[in-house]
């Protein structure tokens, strides 16, 4: 079968499964909550892609943009009142000031200077929440009602179920938004970027101003991840910003395979389920999730995912009809 | 004022570990490109080692040259099995391996030595305070302070002085070179991570004493070692000294002053640093992008 053709296929067989979520998921024993988490931490671990998997760029600060749109939603709903679109779209604001805040810093940087500039801004936002006990609660977080839904003069009010499809048609279009990216002039001189950057500015053009989109993008889809993320918990806490869940993050993405269009949803779903089987069998799970992890990076460098399109690729007698960017080691010395 | 001159003490005391902890990253990093963020667990390894000799019936001397030392065999176990397959590649991968393995080390502690804290307290003739003529001191801070700028003095002269940190900082500047010219680099390598788990230990074993022990207390003093390299310019040993120092001092003043901004101020510092100075105060142009 032709691999363009095996694409599609795929992808509406992983729409359609995802539709059906909510009346498979019962039989695994499994709450639609953990489902929706799935989803939204996807999205999280999309922006990571967005920066590392296509630009080369590691963005290891992902959840400080993700916590300032889990803020910018309880802060607006705890102190403006917001309804439930404007507290969203107060979060990705949120996320997006942080992202164009450090993105001053970060700039000119790349390479491994880049992910460490990225950790420690990340860590500013992170006290700045834990500090600020009056606005943000402290350490304590802030606990907040679901907001209602405003639409043509009447209300609703979201449960479970209904916020799983909300979060999960986000994530879609998101994800065609991404698709789409990819395939345009911009995600193809993002991809340059990251093969050789030096190249792409002989070309003529101001990779810096690349570099900040594709930043804007990424904070754009963290803050929204985050925001959703709050609506659907009804909690936003400190350690939500810090860096140890940009790792997870992270690791979501590299683990599904940075560089591919799916491979943040299939980490983001081995990672929260395998947290949640994982976690009623031992308390230390972590354990397992680490050395999965660990073996991860040693041996498949590309993902999960990434390995499977490259293995197919290979087959195909090397000829890529799906462009699928290569998972190649970004230089350090650009 | 009564209260300033102890704080820069005790600022340039936790920024002597903080230096010591960042030159054992920066050695590790200029090398082999190996961004270790399992580096503080190796320190709390160390903290817990010498606790469990101390407990065994060892005296705390012993402990104290001991558990920094078993440390360094569990470090280049890690090495040799784990991140030299990374040795060439991306250094984002090694971030993350080494991320994976702090996951691993912190629920490991967690079920060796229990969730909770455990008591680690410097021996008696390490306790009480000394008077300093304008101040009284404790004891013990002095011995740490004693103990960092040997260990500081003796590492310097390592690297200057004999062959081996010559051929160590040749490989930095061109691997390829020294070991066409004969040198092991592998074994250059490992010796070097050694030595930067080394550091990571003996400020393991000190800090247990004046920060506590438990299965995450370690993981403070990473953030601020990184700062450090950040500030101080990565590739430059200096840089880490004086970044740990300046760190130090600037957390002291801020706690003392403005205490809510006491964690955030060294990233403030970073940020001020880096704007003027973008590859940091001593840091080489082109190394590391």
Redesign the interface.
Known sequence: MNLKRLGYLSSAVVIVIMLLAPQISPHFGLDISIISEVVVFAMAAMSVNVM?GYTGL?L?GSAALFGLGAYGVSLSITFLHAGFVVSILFGVVLALLGTLLISW?LL??????????T???G??FY??A??MRDVTGGEDGMTFQRPVFHLAGMNFAFHETALYYLTLGIFLLTLLAFWYLTKSPFGHTLIAIKQNEVRVRHLGLNSDSFVLVALLVAGAYAGLAGALYAISILFTFPLELD?HQS?DF??MA?LGGAGTVWGPLLGALIYVLGKEILSTITP????F???I??AC??GF?RGILGTVIAALVARNGGVKHEEAPEAE??S??? | MDQLLPSVFNGLILGAFYAVVALGLSLIMNLTGTINLAHTSFLTLAGYLAFSLVLAGSPYWLALILAPLLTVVVGIIAERTLIRPLYGRDPIYSLLLTFGLALVAEEAFRLIWGANGVPFTPPPSLAGTVQLGFMAYPVYRLFIALVLIIVIAALTLFLRGTQFGLRLRAAVLDSEMIAALGTNTQLLYMINFGIGILLAGVAGVLSAGLLGLNPTSGNALLMPAFICVIIGGMGSLLGSIAGGILIGVVIALTTLYIPAASEVSMYILMAVVLSIRPRGLFGEEGLFG
């Open positions: 590392f590691p290891f810093f000119r940087r790349r390479g491994i200077y880049f992910g460490l500039l950790i420690a801004f860590q500013i006290f700045v834990y500090r860096w790792g992270f690791l590299v230390a799970w972590e354990i999730l680490g050395g992890f660990i990076v040693i460098p080691p970004a350090i010395s650009a």
